[in-house]
Nanobody, 125 residues
């Protein structure tokens, strides 16, 4: 059973930075797509970023491109989301998730079959 545990959320002022972590256990890291999604109150869950556990391509949503960076550390089976230049619109619960490497639509939440519990990020203006 794959388990994901997020950490690193909190309250930050606009323009500040946070780094989220997602520790993955129970699976082979290199066989997954590692995704970050977020959900703001009253809104649908939206894609933020994804990378391939085997070291392939990265993708970002247009709303975070240039500000957020996704990375991984295979030695500790952890994926990170570095968030810089935060704005109030980034306020949401952030989730990490895994999907098989062959998932047809890496930005589609329905492709992901294991999710973390979420971590709250609040950006004050």
């Amino acid at each position: 059973q794959v388990t994901l545990i997020e950490s690193g959320g909190g309250l930050v002022q606009a323009g500040g930075s946070l780094r989220l972590s997602c520790a993955v256990s129970g699976g082979t890291f290199s066989r997954f797509l590692m995704g970050w999604f977020r959900q703001a109150p009253g809104k649908e869950r939206e894609f933020v970023a994804v990378l391939r556990g085997d070291g392939g391509a990265l993708r970002y949503s247009d709303s975070v491109k240039g500000r957020f960076s996704i990375s991984k550390d295979l030695t500790v089976n952890t994926v990170y989301l570095q968030m810089n230049s935060l704005v109030s619109e980034d306020t949401a619960v952030y989730y990490c998730a895994v999907a098989p490497l062959w998932a047809a639509q890496p930005m589609d939440a329905s492709m992901y079959d294991h999710w973390g519990q979420g971590t709250q990020v609040t950006v004050s203006s």
